[in-house]
């Protein structure tokens, strides 16, 4: 089962922030934070990913609160084009792999 | 850029049939997975292989088998293909973890119609 929890869907108008949230509160100390996201009929697309510290690349800011029981994915000005399913999964380094354990996600709808 | 190919965009099977979807990347990965995606069920993961002609069990092996006979190759075998493993599939896949877990990369996935 996964290990996070994230609201099913939420709307954005376009060129505003979009604010995803989502609640991990059982992560242990060694697992990450990943998002990826799906854009429909395609595969998923890997984001960003954190540990402790707020994390920033040219798609998205990932924000993770001090007791890392959850966090945010901000995608800053949001276009049409992140319309999308997005995904939030914790995860451990693994020496075999390393599955990815996929929620439900949260259907982003971005708005004209 | 990281590029994931799969045979196939669509393809439909009858019942019984043996089938092969194929998956291919570019970039020297080690580990390669196979997803499938059903509404309802998000992806679960069938098989996975971390090196070449080794292979573990996902969540859902029963009714699948993979091959890896190199490593930018990854092979998912349906032996009898029945209704109900009519799905998206989707290939992925990633370097070994080091410091931290590595991304997975994803191909376009195949729609499998089995009549």
């Known amino acids: 089962d996964a290990k996070t929890t994230q609201p099913p869907s939420m709307d954005c108008a376009e060129g505003r922030a979009a604010n995803l949230p989502c609640n991990h509160s059982?992560?242990?100390?060694?697992?990450?934070v990943y998002w990826y996201r799906q854009i429909h009929s395609q595969g998923p697309q890997y984001i960003i990913h954190g540990l402790k510290n707020n994390e920033t690349n040219e798609m998205a800011s990932l924000i993770i609160t001090e007791d890392r029981k959850s966090s945010t994915l901000i995608l800053p000005h949001a276009t049409l084009r992140d319309t999308a399913v997005y995904y939030c999964?914790?995860?451990?380094?693994?020496?075999?792999?390393?599955?990815?354990?996929f929620g439900q996600g949260t259907e982003l709808s971005v708005k004209p | 850029d990281v590029k994931v190919t799969q045979s196939s965009r669509y393809l439909v099977k009858r019942t019984g049939e043996k089938v092969f979807l194929e998956c291919v990347q570019d970039m020297d990965h080690e580990n390669m997975f196979w997803y499938r995606q059903d509404p309802g069920l998000g992806l679960r993961l069938i098989y996975f292989s971390y090196d070449v002609k080794m292979k573990e069990k996902g969540d859902i092996p029963e009714g699948y088998s993979v091959s890896r006979e190199k490593k930018e190759r990854f092979s998912l075998i349906l032996e009898s293909a029945s209704t109900n493993q009519t799905s998206m599939y989707l290939c992925?896949?990633?370097?070994?973890?080091?410091?931290?877990?590595?991304?997975?990369?994803f191909g376009p996935g195949t729609r499998l119609t089995v009549t």
């Open positions: 059982t992560i242990s100390g060694n697992e990450y």
């Open positions: 999964i914790v995860r451990v380094v693994s020496n075999q792999g390393g599955k990815l354990i």
């Open positions: 992925a896949s990633s370097l070994t973890d080091r410091d931290r877990p590595a991304e997975q990369y």
